[in-house]
C-alpha cells in the first residue's frame, strides 16, 4: 500500500488547513472513482442483458459469453431461461422469465410482476449457435453453484463437451472445491480437457490417462479410443488403459447379470414357494395359484387407494400396510377354496388340474368385472424407488427390497414349518398320511391350513410383484408356468429345493437373455430342465415318504 495511505489521523490533523483540504479531497475523488467503477460495471451487466434481447444473434452469442465469464448470481437463471425457451422481452428491451407456473419475474430484479404482461412481451428466439454457447455457458457458471450436485453435473458436462474455454474456471473452481466427489469430477474433467489439449506435454497427458484410467467406465474408453495423432507413449498408454477397463467392464457385467439373476429368482422364489408347500404336502397340481398372486396385487393396489384416500400420510408404507391384508385375503381364499373343491378331488389329478384351470378363469373374469381390463397402477414409495451405484453396476432400490423380503419370507417358513406344531403335523402328513392320520392328526384341518398357507405366501408374492410388473388379471399367468418349473426342478415339496432351483433358474434365464432374447431363453431353459427331469424324476432333493411314493 503507498504510504500516503498509511498516513496517521494524528497528523492529517497537525497539517494546515490546506493540507487536511487536500487529503479529504483525495479521498473523495478515490471514492468517486470506485464508485465509477461498480456503476461501469452495473452498466455493462445491463448492457449484457439488454444484449440478450437483440435481434442480432452474433451480440446474443458474444453476451452469453461474457456473461459465463462473470460472476454475477443472476446470470445462471436468466441463461437458463434463455435456453428453456421462457425469457421474454419487452418493447424497452427489459427481460422477463415465465415460470412453470406461468407467472412472470422480472430477470434482473427477481421480483412478481402483477397484473398481464403477455400482449407486450416477445419471446426470445434462439438458434443453434446460440444454444451450444448457452451449454457451454451454463456448464462453467454452475461450477460455482451453491449445491454440490448442480457443480458435479457442471464438472461431467464439461467432461462430454471438453469445451477449451471451460478450462480457466474449472480450475478456479478446482482451486476452491472441497467436496471429494465434485473434486473428483472436476479433475476427471480437466484430464479430459488437457488430454485433447495440442500444447499439453506428453507426461501431463500420461498423468492424465492414469486419472481416467482409475474412472473405468465406458465414457473414458470411448474418449481414450479417440485419441489420434498423439505421441507414441501417449498412445500405448492409452490403447493399455482401453483394454484394462475393457476388462473391468466384463467383470462388472457378469456381477450385474448375477444380480439380476438372484432378482428374478428371488420373485420366481416368492411365486413358487407357496406352490410347493401345496404340492408337496397335498399333492395337488393348483393351475390357479397365479391367481392367488394376482390377488394379492390387486390387494397392495385397494389398501394404497384407501390410504390415498383415508390417510395420505401414510402413503409410503402402504406396501407394507398391504402385507397382512394380502395374507390374510389370498390364505382365506384358499382355505374356502380347498373345502369347496380339492377335497373332493384327492386321488383324481387330472380332474384337480382341470377344475384348478378352470377356477384361474373365473378369478380373473372375476378381477375384470371389478377391477376393469386395464392395467392399474400401484405406486412404488420414495424409499423403493431410485438405484444405488456400485463401481460399475447399478442397484436398483425396488429390487433389492424384493431379495430381501423373499429372504424373510422364506426364513420364516423355515421357522414355521421346524419349530411350530403345525409346522410337525405338516411334515408328519408329508412324510405318511396314513400314519399321521392313525397318530391322531386331523389330516383334513392339515390339509385346508396347508392350502390357505401356500394361497397366502402367493398373496404376497404379489404385494411384491405390484412394485416392480403390471397389476393386471394375467398377472400371475405370466409366473405360473416358471413357478412349476422351480418345484419340478428343486423337488417337489422341498423347500431349499425350491429356492436353489429358483436362484439357479433366474441366473440362467438372465444370462441366455442377451444372447438368445427373453422368449427362446425360456425355451432352451425349459429345454435344458426336460433333460434334467430325464436324469432325475424326482428333482434336486426329493423328499422321502408319501411325496416320493407319488
Not at 500516503?4 to 478515490?30: D, E, K, N, Q, Y
Not at 388340474?353 to 380373473?364: C, E, F, P, R
Not at 423373499?406 to 410337525?424: A, M, N, Q
Not at 409366473?479 to 418345484?487: A, G, P
Request: proline share 5%; glycine share 8%; aromatic share 8%.
Amino acid at each position: 500500500m503507498p504510504s500516503c495511505f498509511r498516513i496517521r489521523a494524528w497528523r492529517v490533523f497537525r497539517t494546515p488547513v490546506h493540507g487536511r483540504s487536500f487529503c479529504i479531497a483525495f479521498f473523495a475523488l478515490a471514492l468517486l472513482f470506485v464508485s465509477a467503477l461498480r456503476g461501469e460495471a452495473e452498466t455493462s451487466s445491463a448492457d449484457l442483458y439488454s444484449a440478450l434481447a437483440s435481434h442480432d444473434y452474433e451480440n446474443m452469442r458474444k453476451a452469453v459469453e461474457k456473461l459465463a465469464a462473470s460472476d454475477d448470481p443472476r446470470a445462471v437463471p436468466i441463461l437458463s431461461a434463455l435456453q428453456a425457451g421462457r425469457l421474454f422481452a419487452d418493447t424497452d428491451g427489459e427481460l422477463f422469465i415465465r415460470n412453470p407456473d406461468g407467472s412472470l419475474e422480472g430477470a434482473v430484479s427477481g421480483q412478481r410482476i402483477a397484473g398481464e404482461l403477455g400482449k407486450n412481451l416477445r419471446e426470445i428466439r434462439i438458434n443453434n449457435t446460440i444454444r451450444r454457447a448457452l451449454e457451454g455457458a451454463l456448464g462453467r457458471l454452475r461450477l460455482f453453484a451453491p449445491d454440490p450436485n448442480v457443480r458435479a453435473a457442471a464438472a461431467n458436462a464439461i467432461f462430454q463437451t471438453r469445451d477449451e474455454s471451460a478450462l480457466i474456471p474449472l480450475e478456479r473452481a478446482l482451486a476452491r472445491e472441497r467436496v471429494a466427489k465434485v473434486r473428483r469430477a472436476m479433475q476427471e474433467a480437466k484430464a479430459a480437457l488437457l488430454l485433447f489439449s495440442p500444447g499439453t506435454p506428453p507426461k501431463t497427458k500420461l498423468e492424465a490417462i492414469a486419472l481416467l484410467r482409475n474412472r473405468g467406465d465406458q465414457e473414458v474408453a470411448a474418449l481414450l479410443s479417440e485419441l489420434n495423432g498423439q505421441p507414441p507413449e501417449v498412445m500405448a498408454a492409452a490403447k493399455d488403459a482401453v483394454v484394462a477397463i475393457e476388462r473391468q467392464q466384463q467383470i462388472w457385467n457378469f456381477l450385474q447379470i448375477i444380480f439380476y439373476g438372484f432378482s428374478l429368482g428371488s420373485i420366481l422364489l416368492l411365486a413358487a414357494t407357496g406352490l410347493a408347500i401345496t404340492f408337496g404336502v397335498m399333492g395337488v397340481i393348483n393351475m390357479a395359484h397365479g391367481e392367488m398372486v394376482m390377488l394379492g396385487a390387486y390387494t397392495t393396489f385397494v389398501v394404497q387407494q384407501a390410504t390415498l384416500r383415508f390417510a395420505p400420510e401414510w402413503l409410503p408404507a402402504s406396501p407394507i400396510l398391504a402385507l397382512p391384508f394380502a395374507f390374510l385375503v389370498t390364505g382365506l381364499l384358499g382355505v374356502l377354496i380347498e373345502r369347496g373343491l380339492i377335497r373332493f378331488l384327492y386321488g383324481r389329478p387330472l380332474e384337480t388340474l382341470l377344475a384348478t384351470w378352470g377356477l384361474s378363469l373365473v378369478l380373473q373374469q372375476a378381477v375384470r368385472t371389478l377391477f376393469g381390463a386395464s392395467n392399474r397402477e400401484v405406486m412404488t414409495p420414495s424409499w423403493m424407488s431410485g438405484a444405488v451405484p456400485l463401481g460399475a453396476m447399478t442397484i436398483t432400490a425396488n429390487r433389492l427390497t424384493i431379495i430381501a423380503f423373499s429372504v424373510v419370507v422364506f426364513g420364516s417358513l423355515i421357522l414355521l414349518l421346524r419349530t411350530t406344531f403345525f409346522g410337525l403335523q405338516m411334515r408328519a402328513v408329508t412324510q405318511n398320511r396314513a400314519m399321521a392320520a392313525a397318530m391322531g392328526i386331523r389330516t383334513p384341518r392339515v390339509d385346508a391350513l396347508t392350502f390357505g398357507l401356500g394361497s397366502a405366501v402367493a398373496g404376497l408374492a404379489g404385494v411384491a410383484l405390484s412394485q416392480i410388473d403390471n397389476v393386471s388379471p394375467n398377472l400371475g399367468q405370466n409366473y405360473i408356468i416358471d413357478s412349476f418349473m422351480v418345484v419340478v426342478f428343486g423337488g417337489v415339496g422341498n423347500l431349499w429345493g425350491t429356492a436353489l432351483g429358483a436362484l439357479t433358474l433366474g441366473i440362467v434365464n438372465k444370462f441366455l437373455e442377451p444372447v438368445a432374447g427373453a422368449v427362446l431363453g425360456k425355451i432352451v431353459v425349459l429345454c435344458l430342465l426336460i433333460v434334467f427331469i430325464q436324469r432325475r424324476p424326482r428333482g434336486l432333493f426329493p423328499l422321502k415318504g408319501r411325496a416320493a411314493e407319488a
